[in-house]
C-alpha cells in the first residue's frame, strides 16, 4: 500500500526566508503521480502541481519550486523568498496509476507560518 | 466556471441524526469522490465513484453510504451520526484517465456531531 510522509508538522519561518517542506512517499508501483496542494486559512485546497514518476525534472513557477528524486523517493517543495501569504498547510498526495490515478494518499501536512 | 460546488458548508448535528453532503460538478468528470480531514491526518479517502451507478469504498468507509445516479451528483449520507464524524469533508472530481487526472476541490463542509 503506499504512503506519504510529511515529517514537519510545523515550520516558523521569517518573511523572505526560503523554506523546503519535504515529502517522502512509498508505493510499489513504478508509474504514479505526485500532488502538492495549499490549503490556507480559509480552508479550500488549492492544487500546485502534479508531477508523474517519469518525469523527474524539476520545475519552477515563480517563487515555487520542486524537487522530485526517485532515488529517495522524495518530493520537496520549495518556497524562495516567502510572504505572509504563503502561510497555509500544505499537502504532498500520492496516487497509483493502477487506479487510473485519481485516488489520493495524502501526507499528514506541513503548517508554514510566514510571519511579517 | 461552478467547478466543485458542496453544501452544506456548515452543519451541526446531534448524535444519531442523519443528514446528506451534497456534492455537484458541472465539468462532466467520470470520477468523484469524498475525503475527510481530521487534523494531522491529512485528507482519507472514505468513498469513490468512477462513473453513474458504480461506487466503491475507500480507506474509511464505515458510517457513511454513496450513490450515483448522475454524473454530476455524489451525495455522501450519514445515516446514523457520531462524535466521531466531526470532521472536515471535502469532494473532489477529476476526468478519469492518466494523464489527465488533476484532480479538483470542492471548498469543505464543516461538520461537528454532538
Known amino acids: 500500500a503506499q504512503k506519504v510522509t510529511q515529517a514537519q508538522t510545523e515550520i516558523s519561518v521569517v518573511e523572505k526566508e526560503d523554506v523546503t517542506l519535504d515529502c517522502v512517499y512509498e508505493?510499489?508501483?513504478?508509474?504514479?503521480?505526485l500532488f502538492w496542494y495549499k490549503q490556507p486559512p480559509s480552508g479550500e485546497l488549492v492544487f500546485l502541481i502534479r508531477r508523474n514518476s517519469f518525469d523527474e525534472q524539476n520545475e519552477i513557477s515563480g517563487r515555487y519550486s520542486w524537487n522530485f528524486q526517485k532515488s529517495t523517493s522524495s518530493f520537496n517543495f520549495t518556497i524562495t523568498a516567502s510572504q505572509v501569504v504563503d502561510s497555509a498547510v500544505y499537502f504532498c498526495?500520492?496516487?497509483?496509476?493502477?487506479?487510473?490515478?485519481?485516488?489520493?494518499?495524502f501526507g499528514g501536512g506541513t503548517r508554514l507560518m510566514v510571519k511579517p | 466556471n461552478a467547478g466543485v460546488t458542496q453544501t452544506p458548508k456548515f452543519q451541526v448535528l446531534k448524535t444519531g441524526q442523519s443528514m446528506t453532503l451534497q456534492c455537484a460538478q458541472d465539468?462532466?468528470?467520470?470520477?468523484m469522490s469524498w475525503y475527510r480531514q481530521d487534523p494531522g491526518m491529512g485528507l482519507r479517502l472514505i468513498h469513490y465513484?468512477?462513473?453513474?451507478?458504480?461506487?466503491d469504498q475507500g480507506e474509511v468507509p464505515n458510517g457513511y453510504n454513496v450513490s450515483r445516479s448522475t454524473t454530476e451528483d455524489f451525495p455522501l449520507r450519514l445515516l446514523s451520526a457520531a462524535p466521531s464524524q466531526t470532521s472536515v469533508y471535502f469532494c473532489a472530481s477529476s476526468y478519469l484517465g492518466t494523464g489527465k487526472n488533476t484532480i479538483y476541490f470542492g471548498e469543505g463542509s464543516w461538520l461537528t456531531v454532538v
Open positions: 465539468m462532466n468528470h467520470e470520477y
Open positions: 465513484s468512477v462513473g453513474a451507478g458504480i461506487t
Open positions: 508505493t510499489r508501483d513504478t508509474t504514479y503521480y
Open positions: 498526495a500520492l496516487s497509483e496509476v493502477g487506479n487510473a490515478g485519481n485516488m489520493l494518499t
